[in-house]
């Protein structure tokens, strides 16, 4: 059984002895065979493979190690995005690799009997150089002069988190200060994305996956001159560092859910997860077991436990103490729901130049917006981003609104992070090539241009651009607004 | 206690248009059986030869009115596929504004429904020369089986996971929706297309037999995209995911 989850900074390091053991557990698990299911390879892949990439950039010798087909149709390429199953999916990812690990850990002469996955707490409050990449994932060489296996990694060079010239953006904790619903309506935020089936990529992509899951993906892996591994999901699990950012991307949700004015879904659907694919992971023994998402809950089988939900989470201490479990637990509730307002007549593509466009929507919806009747919550706006495809394995997008009147200029209203876009785009995998969809609230700032000029949002123009120098075409099949009911 | 696949099935059931597809489905399963005895798809299947459909008296004789055959076999498509589309027809309603809803859908379910009748002008003579004799549903269900597991048949099964989303305007909207009918419907053709057969070779329990593929036609459409590979049919590997824990080591699909 695997211990409390630790912050990283806040271990003895670097070179903390829970970090020596995740070295070392890494070169244990990498000199395993590819088709050993504890392997390092066979858990990478759970997460996503492109067998070509693989055997191309020497990762696998050969297709011919990988496990059978049928072993692989059950197994691999199970990530979870763009859907109310990523949080949970990736937490019981975690615990099968942490139970993994700590089988070999604890086996070992020396080895501690309660090692756990400790986490990369980039926004800490306590440390203001948490956005560094721990070193341990840097140093060429352990301590005892080895390679280190932690370091051995495609990513372009990246050291920290934060505004870059081809991602003018941060990471924030915007997902986990603003009042979500857990389950997003149709073209609106959620908390953990919209209702979803067993996706790859789903319909739409939940606010803590994309700031700071997305970001944090493409700033670590970098998207050029080709993407680092952490960048592309059929190869960020095999970044070491991956299983950290996930940690801490798990121990928000852990956050999320102990404050008792969040709503986490529980609904039958959600809970008894997708079907007929199923969640499978390997355990320590080589078996496999089938995990459900009302499982990863608190109180649970696969429920963490974390040193701290405060710290770098957004969420405040409500009981000074030690280590904390997850808190109260919400019943299910369902949002409110929602209704698209207009959106605009043809694709775009977006290249060197940014590509603009007009949304047009009825002026008695332009209208209701900024004055909404009643006295309940007021109506959110989203912009949203349909379809959104390219070849490269990741992007990056500007999204600005153009201001009414002669003189109008831009205002930005959101950087995004497209993690995953080539893998997305492909019709010849696993996703049918949707592309990416995204939700982004655009509502303070349409206030803003309806107030300057009253009608302006009945022909609100939106510009997209790729920064820094892109060599790749991304193309957006639909732009458009929705509103959300306040339920 | 139910088993967490039924939990989960059942679950997914109720979600966006499904209730209503299935009771459409039921609806036309129920009046395809009340057809006129004699004149069922069934009931001719196998009894033509291209020789007695070359001559005009045995096929005035044989056939029933073309209505009545092509009122069975859309009555056939309407009691096995309607589920097929509850994805994309939730899509298609939650990503149109209120007042386009149903001029979207309207377009999308027509066409759709179109592919299918048009494809019953060469299905139809088909399931009448072959569905014959003790070896028609073996060999029939074989070769659906084998199309199943065919690189063709995946992608086609890829293709119905593929989604679009309407641009602005009425008439654009709705042009758009037709077209998206039209190709999910020649995807859906093309994954399905020899199951279709299978129903008509059984003579006693067609409806059974219609429900049972149709079923199964749905937990294909239900696994995820993948790549176009030769492979174990995905609604065997489906179905063998409801089956008790102890007895799935039988067929071997699941080497954990």
Known sequence: MAGTRKDIAKLNGPWSDEMLWYARAVRALQGRAPADRTSWWYLAAIHGIDIPGW??????????????QGE?????????????????????????????????????????????????????????????????????????????PLSQVRRNGMQVLGPQPWFPGDISLSAQTRSLPFTAAPGTEGYG?????????????????????????VMVGGVQPVAGWMSDPDYAALDPIFWMHHCNIDRFWAAWMSDPANQQEASGAWSNGPFPRQFLMPNPAGGGDVFLPGQTLPGGPLAPVYDSLHDGTGIAQAVAGGPVTEGAMITSRQAGGSALLGSNSAPLTVAATPAATEIAIPARAATEFAAPPGLGPEPRLYLNLEGVRGAAAAGVLQVHLRLPGEGGGLRLADTVALFGLGKASSTEGVHAGNGLSLAIDITDLAREIQMAAPGALERLSVELSQPGAPETEITVERVSLYRQEMG | ???????????????????????????????????????????????????????PAA???????????????????????????????????????????????????????????????????????????????????GAALIWSASPTAQAARNRCHRMRWLPAGRIRAARAALDYGLAHGGACLGACWPWMLVPLAVQGGHGAAMVLVAVFLLVERAMPATPALWRVPPGIVALYGLAPSRSRHLTGLRRF
């Open chain 1, 193 to 217: 994305g919209a209702i979803s089936g067993f996706a790859q990529q789903g319909s739409l992509t939940g606010a803590v996956e994309g700031d700071p899951h997305n970001r944090v993906h």
């Open chain 2, 59 to 141: 096929r005035a004789l044989l056939l029933p009115a073309p209505g009545l055959l092509a009122g069975g076999w859309v009555l056939m498509v309407l009691a096995m596929m309607p589920p097929l589309v509850s994805a994309p027809l939730a899509h298609l309603w939650q990503t149109t504004a209120h007042a386009g809803r149903w001029a979207a859908v309207a377009p999308f379910a027509l066409a759709y429904l179109a592919v299918w009748s048009l494809a019953g002008l060469v299905l139809l003579p088909l399931a009448l020369l072959l569905a014959s004799g003790p070896a028609a549903l073996p060999l029939l269900l």
């Open chain 1, 55 to 68: 055997v191309q950039q020497g990762i696998v010798p050969s297709a011919g190690s990988l496990p059978p």
């Open chain 1, 72 to 148: 692989q149709d059950l197994i691999f390429n199970q990530c979870q995005h763009a859907g109310w199953f990523f949080l949970p999916w990736h937490r019981g990812y975690l615990a099968a690799f942490e139970a993994i690990l700590d089988a070999w850990i604890s086996t070992q002469p020396g080895g501690p009997q309660d090692w756990a996955l400790p986490y990369w707490n980039y926004l800490s409050d306590s440390n203001p150089n948490g956005r560094a990449i721990p070193q341990e994932f840097l140093d060429p060489t352990l301590p005892d002069g080895s390679a280190n």
């Open chain 2, 1 to 55: 206690m139910i088993p967490v696949p039924l939990r989960a099935v059942a679950a997914h059931l109720r979600l966006g248009p499904m209730p209503w597809l299935l009771a459409l489905a039921v609806t036309a399963l129920g009046m395809s059986l009340l057809l006129p005895a004699g004149h069922g798809l069934v009931e001719l299947c196998g009894r033509l030869s291209l020789a007695l459909l070359a001559d």
